[in-house]
């Protein structure tokens, strides 16, 4: 299984941004995919996740900002990024996992910084 995030960038404050995170394999229909980010300094968080059924759960920091998506057809999973603050500034990072059979995968990064 391989994550491959996209659609990191520079932005200013208020802008937009959406990531997508492309997944090879054959489990992401039964897998909660998640974004995570990881500001300077700070430990790695939860942004937003949505399980294999739909069901999305957010971080309050980014409520009615954000939105999780997934498409099982195409095997991607977007984060819809609005109203975007400076301290949303961090690496963003996919995240899939199926508790249930232990699996769980990182994909490597993608930069997001919001600029005043």
């Known amino acids: 299984v391989q994550l491959q995030a996209s659609g990191g960038g520079l932005v200013q404050t208020g802008g937009s941004l959406r990531l997508s995170c492309a997944v090879s394999?054959?489990?992401?229909?039964?897998?909660?995919m998640g974004w995570y980010r990881q500001a300077p300094g700070k430990q790695r968080e939860l942004v937003a996740v949505?399980?294999?059924?739909?069901?999305?759960n957010y971080a309050d920091s980014v409520k009615g900002r954000f939105t999780i998506s997934r498409d099982n057809a195409k095997n991607t999973v977007s984060l819809q990024m609005n109203s975007l603050k400076i301290e949303d500034t961090a690496v963003y990072y996919c995240?899939?996992?199926?508790?249930?059979?232990?699996?769980?995968?990182w994909g490597k990064g993608t930069l997001v910084t919001v600029s005043s």
């Open positions: 394999g054959s489990i992401f229909s039964i897998a909660d």
């Open positions: 949505i399980t294999d059924g739909g069901r999305t």
């Open positions: 995240n899939l996992e199926v508790k249930r059979i232990r699996v769980n995968y």
